[in-house]
């Protein structure tokens, strides 16, 4: 005969969090080593930080703390906040919150959590069953920890982070410089993309400076959008046709692009001596990119206002 499983209150089984739900965990901290992947020992409650009190400091198999916040209902920012700040205070390597009901805010909390710390934080659902008439007994579940997988992805945003504030840098000063220069652009404001573009007069045709990590370069860029490829060719075939024309009054070889799988069309001049990565280089790169910028488009413009577009 297989018996049912029968769920009951939490509160039937543990009256109060505090003094009975926590000392039963400390004494059985055992079976926390069940759902996770530490083994803690030597669990104690009510260590002081600051003016609160954390439920249970418990310590891996290194000896090194993990905090442990007991909450018998629906978890709430106020313990999600102590749990950080049990944490950062007692400088431990992890932290295990256990709730009766985790909310999908605090779900999606955890995992940027253990993306963007080196700390450890797990979200454990605790449920009380019974089966048939037997002694109630804990549930704990497992909703959220830390894995490898979210560490890299964590990885990568921090990355991609440092990329997109080292590009604001580098347009906030390439524009402060320009200003000066040509009124290319002069609408334009600092941006965490790898471009910067103005329009040329036609729609679909964009003056861009470009920076990647070690390189730069300034190009016009033919783009009409949706629908567009037979267009766009047309238009890069008739710039192509007087290339030698544009190059001249450009005063260097060009990089006409057919761009292998776009709609769009490419004509480029590559910017040697470094890229975003270079911080000690910008001045110089961004003073021949905007040099460039200014004989890039003295160049097209006759050209591209004779379109017929």
Do not use: C
């Not at 600092?190 to 920076?211: D, E, P």
């Not at 037979?230 to 046709?241: G, M, P, S, V």
């Amino acid at each position: 005969m297989v018996g049912k499983i029968k769920r009951v209150s939490l509160r039937e089984v543990w009256k109060h969090e505090a003094k009975d739900f926590t000392t039963w965990l400390e004494e059985n901290i055992d079976v926390l080593n069940e759902v996770i992947d530490l083994e803690l020992t030597s669990a104690e409650r009510e260590k002081s930080v600051g003016t609160f009190n954390v439920d249970l400091v418990a310590e891996d198999n290194s000896g090194k703390p993990v905090i442990i916040e007991n909450q018998l209902e629906k978890s709430n920012h106020d313990h999600l906040g102590k749990v950080i700040t049990y944490l950062t205070n007692l400088e431990a390597i992890a932290a295990i919150w256990i709730v009766k009901d985790p909310r999908p805010e605090h779900i999606r909390a955890i995992s940027w959590l253990n993306e963007s710390s080196s700390a450890s934080f797990y979200l454990i659902k605790l449920e009380a069953i019974k089966i048939g008439e037997s002694e109630p007994a804990p549930l704990l579940t497992l909703i959220m920890g830390p894995s490898e997988e979210g560490k890299q992805i964590g990885k990568a945003k921090k990355g991609l982070a440092k990329r997109h504030v080292s590009r604001m840098e580098f347009w906030k000063h390439l524009l402060n410089y320009a200003k000066n220069k040509t009124k290319l652009h002069s609408n334009k404001s600092s941006s965490k993309a790898s471009y910067l573009q103005t329009g040329s007069g036609k729609s679909g045709l964009n003056y861009k400076y470009v920076i990647n990590k070690n390189d730069a370069s300034v190009e016009v860029y033919i783009d009409r959008g949706k629908d567009s490829e037979k267009e766009n060719e047309k238009i890069f075939d008739a710039l192509a046709r007087k290339s030698n024309t544009i190059e001249s009054a450009f005063g260097n070889p060009l990089d006409w692009q057919r761009l292998e799988g776009k709609r769009a069309y490419r004509i480029k001049f590559a910017i040697g001596g470094g890229g975003r990565e270079d911080e000690d280089k910008w001045p110089e790169i961004q003073k021949v990119m905007v040099a460039s910028m200014i004989q890039l488009e003295k160049a097209f413009r006759p050209h591209i206002k004779k379109l017929k577009i």
